[in-house]
């Protein structure tokens, strides 16, 4: 196997790394490569921080380990490798009746990062996460191949969900989809007028999908409005996608300034008449709408951009809202902020849903940038919440251990499975999350 000296970089494109990457295509080829030259596995990077670099060492590019390896058409049971993205997964299996039981924002995620960050989605409240429905998966570690599942290996298998890659190379996932109709999407949106009528309408759904689009630079009586969409499955038939658009070049500074993000989320708002609307989508465009633009990270120019998401429970509704007055006062924030409702489910030790409420805003990096973020990941600890290591660049170690209370038990099953380290990355050196404490 040939090893590539590659530059690459996190969704963000903050923080870059520099190291060499193989690509294997076959299984024998990635069980050759581990046993040989240990090394962490990457998908397709779309966390946005530094989860999936290894600055000045090897990993693995595990996108063309993307086969379907088994399904059954009766169950939904079905076994991938890793490297197949959750798009992929849609669009095969949606019109024979089965779906991804969770989906993430982007359709790119691969399977094995799925797992890797244990993601969620639109569906979080009554779906839980992506990690609940994984039935067993396939870890190598050195000449060492194996299953975990929730009975068998369990704290291996725990340790796996939201374990970002630490504990071996996920080779293959057995998943469950779920039962679907078809694949269109009923959609209503409706406007939010403040941050109370915004978590008003998330309390109150009852629909299997629900997220907010929040307008993260709207002040005064108008802090917190949005929109809140709601949607189902549903069979039907849409004309063919429009082929998608790329952002050629790094977009200039002022393309996201202050009042170009502002103009924009009053007509964003506004889309939707008072009244609100239904209407039928293709999945695609309401489970991944920012897909429709490949390389839409440059967006935010040659510097970049930080995304800053955290979770409080519910009866922190009220230190969210502070945080969200703190972000429109700085006026740094993009078109792109979201508001959901979480429930409790998770998978993994280190997996980053709790009960409550979740908000996701993207900053471009600019001066004040990382003073901002790091007031909110202070006021997100008081408030006794945590952060989204998916989309984290700039927390602290002790931060992220305070967090996550069950990290001690990940550090032992993660140190047992890999002794050596190998699998370490420049978050996992970063933020020191090898060793407890």
């Known amino acids: 196997m040939v090893w590539k ?21 076959r299984a024998r080829s990635l069980k050759a490569i581990v ?16 989860a999936p670099l290894n600055d000045e060492g090897r990993a693995i590019d ?69 990690g609940q429905h994984v039935l067993s998966v396939t870890l190598l570690n050195g000449d060492k191949r194996t299953v975990a599942t929730p009975g068998r290996n369990a704290g291996l298998f725990r340790a796996t969900m939201g374990g970002i890659g630490q504990t071996g190379v996920i080779a293959e996932a057995k998943l469950q989809l779920k039962p679907c109709p078809g694949d269109v999407m009923m959609v209503t949106e409706r406007r939010a007028s403040g941050w109370e009528e915004h978590l008003s309408l998330l309390d109150a759904s009852t629909a299997t999908y629900s997220v907010g689009w929040i307008d993260a630079t709207a002040t005064g009586d108008a802090l917190g409005r949005g929109i809140v969409e709601e949607a189902e499955l549903a069979a039907g038939l849409l004309p063919k996608a429009k082929p998608s658009k790329s952002v050629p070049l790094d977009a200039p500074n002022f393309a996201l300034s202050g009042p170009v993000v502002r103009m924009f989320n009053n007509a964003y708002y506004r889309r939707v ?18 897909d429709k633009i490949h390389d839409w990270n440059r967006l935010y120019g040659k510097r970049g951009f930080y995304q800053f998401q955290n979770v409080v429970p519910l009866d922190q509704a009220d230190a969210l809202k502070k945080m969200l007055e703190e972000i429109a006062g700085a006026g740094l924030a993009s078109p792109l902020a979201v508001l959901k409702r979480m429930g409790t489910g998770r998978a993994g030790h280190m997996s980053f849903p709790m009960e409550g409420y979740t908000l996701a ?26 952060l989204y290591l998916a989309k984290d660049a700039l927390a602290t170690g002790p931060a992220i251990k305070a967090m996550y209370p069950e990290h001690a038990d990940w550090v032992k099953l993660v140190n047992k499975a890999d002794p050596d380290g190998a699998l370490a990355t420049d978050m996992v050196r970063r933020l020191n999350l090898r060793e407890a404490g």
Request: net charge negative.
């Open 5 to 25: 000296t590659t530059e690459y970089a996190g969704w963000g494109r903050v923080l870059t790394a520099k190291g060499e990457l193989a690509r294997p295509e």
């Open 35 to 50: 046993a040989d030259s240990p090394a962490p596995a990457i998908g397709n990077r779309r966390s946005y921080g530094d």
């Open 62 to 130: 595990m996108t063309r380990m993307n086969r379907i390896i088994a399904f059954d058409a009766e169950t939904g049971v079905v076994t991938v490798e890793a490297g197949i993205t959750i798009g992929e997964l849609a669009h095969i299996f949606a019109p024979q009746g089965w779906f991804p039981a969770v989906m993430p924002g982007t359709g790119f995620a691969t399977v094995g990062g799925c797992i890797a960050q244990d993601v969620h989605g639109k569906n979080h409240h009554n779906e839980g996460s992506f």
């Open 273 to 290: 008449p008072s009244s609100g609307r239904s209407t039928v989508k293709r999945i695609d465009d309401f489970f991944f709408p920012l």
């Open 361 to 386: 805003v993207d900053f471009p990096a600019r001066e004040g940038a990382r003073d901002l973020i790091a007031m909110l990941e202070d006021m997100t600890v008081d408030a006794g919440g945590r």
